[in-house]
T-cell receptor
Framework: SQQGEEDPQALSIQEGENATMNCSYK?????LQWYRQNSGRGLVHLIL?????REKHSGRLRVTLDTSKKSSSLLITASRAADTASYFC????????????FGAGTQVVVTP | NAGVTQTPKFQVLKTGQSMTLQCAQD?????MSWYRQDPGMGLRLIHY???????DQGEVPNGYNVSRSTTEDFPLRLLSAAPSQTSVYFC??????????????FGPGTRLTVL
């Protein structure tokens, strides 16, 4: 079974709206990372949040981490059509060092 | 910097054939890894390496071999291709930081079809 699971599986919003997706994981982590994948392309790193951090920002992106609930969220504010992509969370667990584990992703469609 | 490069971009094999997927990075990263991505799924780790001469298995290593003779290169070998290995393969690299990998840089992927 996968370590990280994103929710929802798919999200459709209009430009200007905010998009929120969640990631839950099972075991203790060193860090959690969010990636974006445009259709047919490789993954692009968005944000890395370490287990001792609770919130990080990067431009229009905000990531939170709640280690007590084993969950993280990614918020994209004021979405644009260019944000249309699949978003993946990936975890580096404390008992499987070197093995970055990905969830199945959230597919986001932003319509103009 | 070219970043992470992968060759070929596309490949079609017949069942039983062998081939090597190439991956190279020019960022002097210690950590390199191979993933496969199947439709509608996330990436699954095949093999990884924390430095030249050091490799280890990931989640789905069967049917694949790796070696790391230099920091820059991390080839993935399919020993005897099977239709179940039809997938998109991604190579990634990163620095190591205090026993945890840092930001992963991904290559553009190799789309492999096994008939």
């Amino acid at each position: 079974s996968q370590q990280g699971e994103e929710d929802p599986q798919a999200l459709s919003i209009q430009e200007g709206e905010n998009a929120t997706m969640n990631c839950s994981y099972k075991t203790s982590i060193n860090n959690l990372q969010w990636y974006r994948q445009n259709s047919g392309r490789g993954l692009v790193h968005l944000i890395l949040i370490r287990s001792n951090e609770r919130e990080k920002h990067s431009g229009r992106l905000r990531v939170t981490l709640d280690t007590s609930k084993k969950s993280s969220s990614l918020l994209i504010t004021a979405s644009r059509a260019a944000d249309t992509a699949s978003y993946f969370c990936a975890t580096m667990t404390t008992d499987s060092w070197g093995k970055l584990q990905f969830g199945a992703g959230t597919q986001v469609v932003v319509t103009p | 910097n070219a970043g992470v490069t992968q060759t070929p971009k596309f490949q079609v094999l017949k069942t039983g054939q062998s081939m090597t997927l190439q991956c190279a990075q020019d960022m002097n990263h210690e950590y390199m890894s191979w993933y496969r991505q199947d439709p509608g799924m996330g990436l699954r780790l095949i093999h990884y390496s924390v430095g030249a001469g050091i490799t280890d298995q990931g989640e789905v290593p069967n049917g694949y071999n790796v070696s790391r003779s230099t920091t820059e290169d991390f080839p993935l070998r399919l020993l005897s291709a099977a239709p179940s290995q039809t997938s998109v393969y991604f190579c990634a690299s990163s620095y190591l930081r205090a026993r945890s990998t840092d930001t992963q840089y991904f290559g553009p992927g190799t789309r492999l079809t096994v008939l």
